[in-house]
C-alpha cells in the first residue's frame, strides 16, 4: 500500500513548448566571421543575437513570436545580407516529474510560463513600436519579467535533490543573465539604442532555448 501511495503522489509539471521566429542571417563557425556578421549588424543597427545549435553560431535577427512580423524585415535584412532567411527556432517542452515534497517544482514551471508569457508581450511590444516607442510601457513589461524572475530564483534555490543540481545550476546561471540582459536593456532603451534593448530581448529568448536543452541532455 505504501509503495502504492508514493506512486500516486508523482505529478508532472510542464512548461509549454513554443517558437519564435527570426531572420537568419549567417551561420558561423568560427569568431572572425562572427565579428564581420556582427560589426555590420552594429553598424546599420540592426538588432542581433547569436544561439548555438549543433556546433554553429546562428546569427539571428528581429526575433518574434508572429510570423508575419517577422518577415516584414526580410526585405530589409537581404539588402545587407542577401543570404538572410526566415528561420523557426523552437523552443521544446519541459516536463519535470515531482512529489508534494518538492511542490516548488511546480511553482518554478508555473513561474516559467508566465516568463515566456512576458516574452509574447515584449514582442508584440517591439512589433508595434518601431517609430514611437513607448518607455513607459516598456518599463512595466521589465518590471513584470523583474518580478517573475525573482520568484523563480527564490523556488529555484531551494532545490535541495542532488538528481536536480544541474537544472538548479543551469536555471540559477539563467535567471542571473536574464537579470543582466534587463538592467542592459532598460540602460539602452533610456538612451534610445532600442536596437541594442530589442537584441537583449532576443538574447534571452536564445538563452532559454539553450537553457531547456541543456536540460533535456542530463
Known amino acids: 500500500v505504501k509503495e502504492k501511495e508514493v506512486s500516486e ?16 542571417v549567417a551561420s558561423v563557425s568560427n569568431d572572425k566571421d562572427l565579428n564581420k556578421v556582427e560589426t555590420q549588424l552594429v553598424e546599420k543597427k540592426i538588432p542581433f543575437s547569436v544561439v548555438e545549435i549543433d556546433g554553429a553560431k546562428k546569427v539571428q535577427t528581429h526575433g518574434y513570436f508572429d510570423q508575419e512580423s517577422t518577415r516584414s524585415h526580410i526585405d530589409e535584412v537581404k539588402s545587407i545580407f542577401p543570404d538572410a532567411f526566415l528561420s523557426e527556432l523552437k523552443i521544446p517542452v519541459l516536463a519535470i516529474e515531482y512529489t508534494s515534497k518538492y511542490s516548488y517544482v511546480e511553482s518554478i514551471t508555473k513561474q516559467l510560463n508566465s516568463l515566456i508569457k512576458n516574452f509574447e508581450q515584449e514582442s508584440a511590444f517591439w512589433q508595434s513600436s518601431k517609430e514611437n516607442v513607448d518607455i513607459k510601457k516598456y518599463n512595466e513589461i521589465l518590471a513584470e ?41 532598460l540602460k539602452s532603451a533610456n538612451d534610445k539604442n532600442y536596437n541594442v534593448s530589442e537584441s537583449m530581448y532576443l538574447s534571452s529568448m536564445q538563452e532559454y532555448f539553450a537553457f531547456i536543452n541543456s536540460i533535456k541532455k542530463v
Open 145 to 185: 519579467r523583474k518580478e517573475i524572475v525573482s520568484n523563480i530564483e527564490k523556488e529555484g534555490k531551494k532545490i535541495d535533490y542532488s538528481e536536480m543540481d544541474v537544472f538548479k545550476d543551469n536555471l540559477l546561471s539563467y535567471t542571473k543573465n536574464l537579470n543582466e540582459k534587463m538592467e542592459m536593456a
Open 9 to 24: 503522489d508523482v505529478k508532472l509539471a510542464r512548461v509549454e513548448p513554443w517558437s519564435i521566429y527570426t531572420v537568419q
